[in-house]
């Protein structure tokens, strides 16, 4: 008698696969599901991979108890695997997790320091994007001010001080590659994700993404991600 839910979590199970071969390549010998299981985005779901490759044993190897299959898998056996071959076939993109231009803090050079540290303060932002014509062409964080102290400048901070008076620590180029990239609108989370957990080293650590079009700096901002936003990646 035909197993509706055998055949379709058969059918998943292959699907998965050769999706999983887009996610750990084809070079390596053994299960390409359990190195899908070992990969860092998917490890939490081990325990459920290890079960679904047995049954997925069981049932190739057609184990019957009086002509029935011996296992039956479960619909959440079934509902795992669209979730996983989801996660792959259609995974988020990274504009789906980053702050939309709209809600961005920004500045120019004729804005008042403290005020904008003040915003800064009461929106819980560290690192503000000056902008013209829409682009990003620096970015004002504390650290703006270290590198003024280090140089030996002597720092009299008035209301009436603006942050063109630290250009020289401002632009974008300054940083770019290093604590500042940027991202086209298409690229997904998880490709912020591993721009992240790959830019990270002793000295650097990437601090923004910022999104473009083309994923070029002097295109409009459309959004910016933080390594916050890309955490939890599942």
């Known amino acids: 008698m035909p197993n509706t839910k055998t055949d379709s979590f058969l059918e998943l199970y292959k699907r998965l696969e050769n999706a999983a071969v887009k996610v750990v390549g084809d070079n390596a010998r053994g299960s390409v599901v359990l190195r899908l299981s070992n990969h860092p985005r998917f490890a ?14 069981l049932l190739s190897h057609e184990v019957r108890i009086d002509g029935d299959f011996a296992v039956t898998p479960s619909d959440a056996a079934i509902a795992f695997l669209e979730k996983i071959l989801a996660m792959i076939e259609t995974p988020p993109m990274a504009r789906s997790r980053a702050t939309p231009r709209a809600k961005i803090l920004s500045a120019k050079p004729s804005d008042s320091l ?25 970015v004002f964080s504390e650290n703006v001010l270290f590198e003024a102290l280090l140089q030996n400048r002597s720092l009299t ?15 974008i180029e300054r940083s770019l590659g290093k604590v500042y990239q940027f991202l086209p609108e298409t690229a997904t989370l998880d490709d912020a994700g591993e721009m992240f957990d790959n830019a990270y080293d002793r000295n650097h650590k990437l601090k923004i993404l910022f999104i473009t079009q083309h994923g070029v700096p002097r295109e409009p901002l459309l959004a910016l991600l933080s390594p916050y936003d890309v955490l939890d990646r599942g």
């Open 114 to 138: 403290l005020a904008l540290t003040r915003a800064m303060q009461a929106k819980g932002v560290s690192h503000v994007p000056l902008l013209s014509q829409g682009a990003v062409t620096g």
């Open 157 to 171: 901070i008035t209301e009436a001080t603006t942050l063109a008076e630290f250009s020289e620590f401002l632009p």
């Open 44 to 57: 939490r779901y081990r325990n459920e991979f290890d079960c679904c490759r047995e049954v997925r044993n």
